[in-house]
């Protein structure tokens, strides 16, 4: 297979259990040869005890970051946590009523939309099992589907290890009519049972059958990690997966597929 170009999943410090800095992971990308990398922090109950928009700074300042760095293409992102069975991002129902030196906004919205905007995509993942526990596969087909209804919402993450029950089919030809994406997570095979890589496998399967786009990302929470796929590509190479369907085999492919997403209009690129 020939070799991936984009890292579309990687987290920083920001994440509080991560170990490198957003230039440590570009430095890591360019050396091995990528055109682009997603920043991709958790935005997650798993880092504050109570949710302010000031503890979420690390996402929506980064416009602050350059465009093209060391030769690679940076796009802003997040992976948010899905918060309930019907798909809602965390921040959802969380008012911003003030910013971060307390000066108020005439304009209240939720955390989740403020956010958002801020962004080029959001990554929607399960971490965590406590609203998920013994839900019907009939819900968990729903919450997916409707998390992949957020307009910043362009890839369902690591959904072979989310232990979710939900209905493969409607969940990955839902990703297909949104022109979004179903993740292939490496850190899922490192960290995951015989049972997770069977699933993820029988996940890449599918898509491959029914023509759904992926994208691959590392999970990378250290730099040295980014952009190495060597168990998922090993995966789609004995899979025979059509390489078409992977979005993020080079940076133009992943920038048409985000701008056909109707996702963002990635200003600046
Ligand atoms: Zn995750
Ligand atoms: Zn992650």
Known sequence: MDRIKCDTHTH???????????????????????????????????????????????????????????GVTVLRGCEADIIDGEGHLFGHGIPVEENIVGMRYENVQDLDRFIASKLDYMIASIHGTSHTEGMPAAQGTKMYINALAQEKVLILGHIGRSSVKFEL????????????????????????????????????????????????????????DVGRFGKVAAMLEEIHFPKELIASRTRESFLEVIRKSGVSELEGL
């Open 169 to 224: 089919d409607p969940v990955l030809l839902e990703a297909k009519a949104r022109n979004k994406l179903i993740e292939l997570n490496e850190h899922s095979f490192d960290m995951g049972s015989g049972d997770t890589v069977r699933r993820c496998r029988q996940i890449a399967c599918r898509c491959g059958e029914l023509g759904v786009l992926v994208s691959l990302g590392t999970d990378a929470h250290v730099s040295c």
């Open 12 to 70: 920083t410090l920001y994440s509080r259990h991560a170990y490198s800095t957003i230039e440590e992971n570009v430095r890591a990308a360019a050396e091995r040869g990528l055109e682009l990398l997603a920043t991709t922090d958790h935005y997650s109950q798993m880092l504050y005890p109570d949710v302010h928009i000031r503890h979420y700074q690390y996402l929506f300042n980064q416009t602050a970051l350059p465009r093209h760095w060391h």
